[in-house]
């Protein structure tokens, strides 16, 4: 894999209603904040950019897990996203140019990456739910809101990440042991 454009650093405080902080080596980029309900559902979350428009992820109706859409505070769609199987840990994001996909890191590392159909990686967020923190690596131009929505889905979901995922292609799961660790 080529070397990242961009990283960013996401120092997360809090429990039960969590603030993630992104950050570069340059200085703060923007806070989000992720909103649990009384039962500890996430009904949403709002991301307050240093400069910029303020973004509103905010779940569907649904039963479904990962069912959120994107929106500017000035009401205009982003994105949504769905998870269409318990079993499977694949999130598709539609952001009405291409399907995207977020799935769990290969390897027994906690994380998710963005894939895009034709070009492959996209962007890579690795989590340390421990530490609380996160690391967000950029391998093609995306925008800030596409990685704020990956980062909020696939952070409610770390846990999830850990068991190995997909192989790059999508088209079954193989054990860690049988594949070259990527760089």
């Keep these: 894999m080529a070397e990242p454009t961009a990283t960013y650093q996401v120092r997360i405080e809090g429990f039960w209603n969590s ?21 500890g559902v996430v009904t949403g979350g709002r991301y307050s950019p240093a400069k910029g428009e303020v973004l509103v992820a905010r779940r569907d109706p649904g039963l479904l897990r990962s069912q959120f859409s994107l929106w500017t505070e000035g009401k205009e769609w982003l ?13 598709v994001l539609h952001t009405g140019s291409r399907p995207l996909r977020i799935l769990p890191l290969t390897g027994f590392r906690s994380g ?13 967020i690795l989590g340390w739910p421990l530490a609380r923190g996160a690391r967000i690596e950029v391998y093609r131009k995306v925008e800030m809101e596409l990685v704020v929505f990956a980062y909020f889905l696939g952070a409610q979901l770390f846990s999830e990440s850990f068991w190995p995922g997909l192989d ?16």
């Design 79 to 91: 994105g949504s996203s769905l998870r269409w199987s318990v079993g499977k840990r694949e999130i």
């Design 19 to 39: 603030t993630h902080r992104f950050s570069t080596a340059e200085g703060p980029l923007g806070v989000l904040t992720v909103e649990r309900n009384g039962w």
């Design 168 to 183: 790059v292609e999508g088209e079954n799961e193989t054990p860690a042991a049988s594949r070259p660790m990527p760089h």
């Design 112 to 124: 998710w990456t963005l894939q895009a159909p034709k070009t492959g990686e996209m962007a890579r």
